[in-house]
Protein backbone atom coordinates (compact mmCIF):
# COMPACT_ATOMS: atom_id res chain seq x y z
CA UNK A 1 0.00 0.00 0.00
CA UNK A 2 1.19 3.28 -0.73
CA UNK A 3 -0.16 6.39 1.46
CA UNK A 4 0.17 9.47 -0.46
CA UNK A 5 0.03 12.63 1.85
CA UNK A 6 0.41 16.50 0.94
CA UNK A 7 -1.01 19.83 0.77
CA UNK A 8 -4.24 20.65 -1.14
CA UNK A 9 -3.01 20.73 -5.28
CA UNK A 10 0.23 19.41 -5.07
CA UNK A 11 -0.77 16.63 -6.97
CA UNK A 12 -1.61 14.02 -4.93
CA UNK A 13 -4.99 12.66 -6.81
CA UNK A 14 -3.30 12.78 -10.03
CA UNK A 15 0.14 11.05 -8.74
CA UNK A 16 -2.00 8.20 -7.09
CA UNK A 17 -4.36 7.15 -9.85
CA UNK A 18 -1.36 6.73 -12.12
CA UNK A 19 0.47 4.85 -9.74
CA UNK A 20 -2.93 2.90 -9.76
CA UNK A 21 -2.82 2.47 -13.25
CA UNK A 22 0.39 1.08 -13.33
CA UNK A 23 -0.35 -2.09 -11.46
CA UNK A 24 -3.28 -4.73 -11.41
CA UNK A 25 -5.56 -5.57 -8.68
CA UNK A 26 -5.26 -1.81 -7.81
CA UNK A 27 -7.37 0.92 -6.43
CA UNK A 28 -7.41 4.44 -5.19
CA UNK A 29 -9.12 5.38 -1.73
CA UNK A 30 -9.10 9.44 -1.77
CA UNK A 31 -9.61 11.32 1.07
CA UNK A 32 -11.51 14.10 -1.15
CA UNK A 33 -14.25 11.53 -1.75
CA UNK A 34 -14.50 10.36 2.21
CA UNK A 35 -14.55 13.94 3.10
CA UNK A 36 -17.23 14.58 0.40
CA UNK A 37 -19.67 12.24 2.57
CA UNK A 38 -19.29 14.64 5.53
CA UNK A 39 -22.12 17.66 5.65
CA UNK A 40 -22.17 18.56 8.77
CA UNK A 41 -19.74 17.18 11.57
CA UNK A 42 -21.69 15.81 15.10
CA UNK A 43 -20.52 17.12 17.96
CA UNK A 44 -20.68 16.80 21.77
CA UNK A 45 -22.35 18.59 24.50
CA UNK A 46 -19.67 20.53 24.91
CA UNK A 47 -19.32 21.39 21.75
CA UNK A 48 -16.47 19.47 20.67
CA UNK A 49 -16.17 17.69 17.55
CA UNK A 50 -14.56 14.74 19.47
CA UNK A 51 -17.33 12.03 18.89
CA UNK A 52 -16.39 12.47 14.49
CA UNK A 53 -12.79 13.36 15.29
CA UNK A 54 -10.84 11.96 12.56
CA UNK A 55 -13.62 9.98 11.69
CA UNK A 56 -12.72 10.55 7.75
CA UNK A 57 -9.08 8.50 8.29
CA UNK A 58 -10.69 5.64 10.19
CA UNK A 59 -13.01 5.63 7.05
CA UNK A 60 -10.10 5.37 5.09
CA UNK A 61 -8.24 2.65 6.65
CA UNK A 62 -11.97 0.45 6.70
CA UNK A 63 -12.38 0.75 3.04
CA UNK A 64 -8.52 -0.31 2.69
CA UNK A 65 -9.39 -3.24 4.59
CA UNK A 66 -12.61 -4.28 3.19
CA UNK A 67 -10.28 -3.86 -0.17
CA UNK A 68 -7.48 -5.88 0.60
CA UNK A 69 -10.13 -8.68 2.15
CA UNK A 70 -11.72 -8.27 -1.09
CA UNK A 71 -7.87 -9.38 -3.36
CA UNK A 72 -7.35 -5.67 -4.34
CA UNK A 73 -3.49 -6.08 -3.96
CA UNK A 74 -2.08 -2.44 -4.90
CA UNK A 75 -3.97 0.07 -3.38
CA UNK A 76 -2.81 4.08 -3.23
CA UNK A 77 -4.47 6.36 -0.21
CA UNK A 78 -4.69 9.98 -1.36
CA UNK A 79 -5.15 12.24 1.85
CA UNK A 80 -3.90 15.20 3.29
CA UNK A 81 -2.57 13.83 6.89
CA UNK A 82 -1.91 17.19 8.48
CA UNK A 83 0.14 15.44 11.55
CA UNK A 84 1.30 12.25 12.42
CA UNK A 85 -0.91 11.76 14.72
CA UNK A 86 -3.70 11.45 12.23
CA UNK A 87 -1.91 8.89 10.43
CA UNK A 88 -1.31 7.19 13.63
CA UNK A 89 -4.94 6.89 14.09
CA UNK A 90 -5.76 5.74 10.03
CA UNK A 91 -3.03 2.86 11.24
CA UNK A 92 -4.63 2.25 14.71
CA UNK A 93 -8.74 1.34 12.25
CA UNK A 94 -6.40 -0.68 9.97
CA UNK A 95 -5.52 -2.79 12.64
CA UNK A 96 -3.17 -5.53 12.49
CA UNK A 97 -3.71 -6.20 8.59
CA UNK A 98 -0.20 -7.69 7.08
CA UNK A 99 0.34 -5.05 4.35
CA UNK A 100 3.09 -3.09 3.78
CA UNK A 101 2.98 0.80 4.17
CA UNK A 102 4.94 3.06 1.95
CA UNK A 103 3.97 6.86 3.28
CA UNK A 104 5.15 9.36 1.13
CA UNK A 105 4.70 13.17 1.36
CA UNK A 106 4.28 15.33 -2.03
CA UNK A 107 5.88 19.05 -1.51
CA UNK A 108 6.06 21.71 -3.67
CA UNK A 109 6.35 25.63 -2.92
CA UNK A 110 3.55 27.81 -2.51
CA UNK A 111 5.11 29.60 -5.90
CA UNK A 112 4.30 26.15 -7.37
CA UNK A 113 0.91 25.40 -5.52
CA UNK A 114 -0.40 28.95 -6.82
CA UNK A 115 0.78 28.63 -10.37
CA UNK A 116 -1.10 24.99 -10.43
CA UNK A 117 -4.29 26.32 -9.01
CA UNK A 118 -4.44 29.38 -11.83
CA UNK A 119 -3.63 26.80 -14.55
CA UNK A 120 -6.85 24.36 -13.10
CA UNK A 121 -8.84 27.55 -14.25
CA UNK A 122 -9.92 27.40 -10.30
CA UNK A 123 -10.19 31.33 -9.09
CA UNK A 124 -11.78 30.68 -6.00
CA UNK A 125 -10.68 32.32 -2.31
CA UNK A 126 -12.02 29.38 -0.52
CA UNK A 127 -9.51 26.92 -2.71
CA UNK A 128 -6.77 29.10 -2.03
CA UNK A 129 -7.11 29.01 1.93
CA UNK A 130 -7.48 25.32 1.73
CA UNK A 131 -4.08 24.90 -0.08
CA UNK A 132 -2.42 28.06 2.33
CA UNK A 133 -4.35 26.06 5.11
CA UNK A 134 -2.72 22.48 4.48
CA UNK A 135 0.58 23.56 3.61
CA UNK A 136 0.76 25.72 6.73
CA UNK A 137 -0.74 22.61 8.69
CA UNK A 138 1.82 19.88 7.21
CA UNK A 139 5.14 21.93 6.84
CA UNK A 140 6.06 21.64 11.26
CA UNK A 141 6.08 17.68 10.96
CA UNK A 142 7.42 16.77 7.34
CA UNK A 143 9.94 15.30 9.02
CA UNK A 144 7.00 12.86 10.60
CA UNK A 145 5.68 12.36 7.55
CA UNK A 146 7.07 9.82 5.48
CA UNK A 147 9.53 10.11 2.62
CA UNK A 148 9.20 13.41 1.03
CA UNK A 149 9.37 14.23 -2.31
CA UNK A 150 9.93 17.58 -3.34
CA UNK A 151 7.73 17.91 -6.54
CA UNK A 152 8.79 21.77 -8.02
CA UNK A 153 9.53 21.29 -11.58
CA UNK A 154 8.25 17.77 -11.83
CA UNK A 155 5.26 16.52 -13.88
CA UNK A 156 3.38 13.41 -12.57
CA UNK A 157 5.13 11.12 -14.81
CA UNK A 158 8.42 11.92 -12.48
CA UNK A 159 6.53 11.96 -9.22
CA UNK A 160 5.05 8.42 -10.10
CA UNK A 161 8.92 7.21 -10.60
CA UNK A 162 9.95 9.00 -7.64
CA UNK A 163 7.64 6.70 -6.04
CA UNK A 164 8.36 3.40 -7.66
CA UNK A 165 11.55 4.20 -6.98
CA UNK A 166 10.93 4.27 -3.46
CA UNK A 167 8.78 1.19 -3.13
CA UNK A 168 11.53 -0.60 -4.96
CA UNK A 169 14.07 0.03 -1.91
CA UNK A 170 14.80 -3.36 -0.19
Request: glycine letters at 8%; proline letters at 3%; charged letters at 25%.
Amino acid sequence: MVVINGPAGVGKSSAAHRLAARNTSSAVVSGDALKGFIVDLPRAADGDANPARWVTYRTAARVVAEMLDSGFTFIVVDFVFGARAQFDAFLEALGERAVEITFVTLWASAGVLEARRKRRGVDDSRFRHLIDGSRERLAPSLDELGDVIETDGLDVVEVVGAIEKLLARP
